[in-house]
């Protein structure tokens, strides 16, 4: 994969996400405001971006204290403006 510029990169808000999958696929929906886009990835693929994602948890926690989950599903404020 090519290298990504976040600094420029386009970004939403997600505020909510659901996952499902299949024998041969997951399925991810990520839901920004009234808008939904799905995924589909390979199992392989999924599995190497949980690890990915839980080391980069690690990561934050590590520079910015633990993440509290408690209330995720409401009260988020985006931090982009549309």
Same mark, same amino acid.
């Given at each position: 994969?090519?290298?990504?510029?976040?600094?420029?990169?386009?970004?939403?808000?997600?505020?909510?996400? /659901?996952?499902?999958?299949?024998?041969? /696929?997951?399925?991810?929906?990520?839901?920004?405001? /009234?808008?939904?886009?799905?995924?589909?990835?390979?199992?392989?693929?999924?599995?190497?971006?949980?690890?990915?994602?839980?080391?980069?948890?690690?990561?934050?926690?590590?520079?910015?204290?633990?993440?509290?989950?408690?209330?995720?599903?409401?009260?988020?404020?985006?931090?982009?403006?549309?």
């Amino acid at each position: 994969m090519q290298n990504v510029d976040f600094d420029t990169l386009p970004m939403l808000f997600c505020n909510g996400a /659901q996952i499902n999958f299949g024998k041969h /696929q997951f399925v991810i929906a990520l839901r920004a405001g /009234q808008n939904i886009s799905g995924f589909a990835l390979p199992p392989e693929l999924m599995k190497s971006i949980v690890e990915i994602w839980s080391e980069k948890v690690k990561e934050y926690e590590t520079q910015f204290g633990k993440i509290d989950t408690a209330g995720t599903e409401t009260g988020i404020q985006s931090p982009y403006t549309a």
